[in-house]
Structure formats: C-alpha cells, structure tokens
C-alpha cells in the first residue's frame, strides 16, 4: 500500500519522555545551578509540541534577555548523550513492527528533529539499528536535513536516498505514510503530501493533535501495521 514508512523517533517507535525531561533538569542544574529545575508540569506541554530544545529553554529560561540558546542546547545535548540513553527504551512492539514491515519488504526509514547521533545510538543500544539503512535516518546535524515540518529534508535527501538504494521504482514518490506523534509530524505529512498516522500514546498534545484530524490514528505501535495493509 505505501511505498515508503517514515517513523518519527521520539514518542512514536522510542519511548524517551523520561531521558528529554531529565535530561532538561540536568541542564538547568549545570547552567543555572541558582534557579529551581522546572517542573514536570511545566516541561511537558513545551516537550508535547515538538518544539526544538532552543524554545523549549527560552520558554523555561527566568530571563530570556540573558540566555545563551547555543550554550544551552549544546549543554543538554552534551548530557542527553551522558545520561539520557539509560532512560531510552523502546516500544515493546518495536522490533515486532520493525521485523514485521522488513518482512514484507516496505521501505522504511526515521526523519527525527533529534541529533541523529542520539537517535543511531539508541537504536543500536536496542539491537535495532540493523532494520533502517543508513542513509535512511535523518536527524540534526546532517548535511541539508532542516527541521521538520520543513518538507526539504524528504525532498531533498530522503526520497532520493530511497531512490539511490533501488527500494523503489521511478523519479516521483509514491504513497508514503508518516508516523508520528506530534503536531509538527501531522504538519511535515501534509507537507510532504504523505498520509499522517498519528500516535496517540505518544508525546503529543490530544486535544492539538486531534484537531488536525490525521489520516489514521493509533493507540499502540503496533496497529500501525493494520495501517499498512490497509486494515483499519
């Protein structure tokens, strides 16, 4: 039915609200070690819009007219790497989805708004590196990759990656599905003119999310593959 998958990475086949939060407060601590950490509560909301780390400090910062987004994002990056990956866990049905869609022989690749660095790692650390070509993981800080809802980044490196590794026949991109679990994933499918699967039990805002009205909506990873064949 598609020609091509695409998974976001966090909130969608890893669960990594727990390493972003944490992650955050150590960030604070280091750079602000006078200032309380924030709050869960007042983490989560800025976490569910898929915003990029820079507004999501700006936002937490006490006085934005001294913040540092460069030293801050460079910071919590720093220590996401250090001690972040241990509360990185994927899905359980992962490598269930993953072994499956392999097995049907779908294209399917990661387009995250995290360093791909991080993404790579946590997919090894979970023995599931092996299903996504790597020129098919895209993330911050490769070459040409913008962030997403930007469309470039399948435009311009992702569908011809696809094409260079002979997965799919001719020059247009055919049907290709987003899976995702924020707004910004919602808006990158419409972008890109993919159909949306939206992860309810991902990061998300609900309310936000529903609103947009994505193509399918899953409650666990695992129904995406209804979603595949067309199922649901």
Not at 72 to 82: D, G, I, Q
Not at 112 to 136: G, M, Q, T, Y
Request: net charge negative; with cysteine; charged share 20%.
């Amino acid at each position: 039915m598609y020609h091509l998958v695409i998974f976001d990475f966090d909130g969608t086949i890893f669960d990594t609200y727990d390493a972003i939060q944490h992650s955050i407060q150590l960030t604070f601590q280091q750079l602000l070690p006078a200032h309380p950490v924030p709050l869960p509560r007042d983490i989560r909301p800025l976490v569910s819009t898929g915003a990029p780390p820079g507004d999501t400090f700006r936002s937490l910062h006490p006085d934005p007219t001294t913040f540092d987004e460069a030293a801050w994002v460079t910071t919590y990056r720093e220590l996401y790497a250090l001690h972040g990956q241990s509360r990185t866990r994927p899905y359980p049905a992962a490598r269930h989805v993953l072994e499956a869609l392999h097995a049907r022989k779908v294209p399917i690749a990661i387009i995250s708004n995290k360093s791909v660095v991080a993404v790579k790692a946590a997919l090894e650390k979970a023995d599931l590196l092996r299903f996504f070509p790597d020129p098919l993981i895209l993330g911050h800080g490769l070459a040409g990759v913008l962030r997403k809802p930007d469309p470039s980044s399948f435009t311009e490196v992702l569908w011809p990656n696809v094409q260079a590794l002979g997965t799919v026949g001719g020059r247009a991109a055919g049907p290709v599905l987003m899976v995702g679990d924020t707004l910004t994933d919602i808006h990158y499918a419409r972008n890109i003119g993919a159909a949306s699967c939206w992860c309810r039990y991902g990061q998300g805002d609900p309310a936000e999310c529903e609103r947009l009205q994505p193509d399918h909506i899953i409650d666990a990873l695992e129904e995406v593959l209804k979603v595949v064949e067309g199922t649901t």
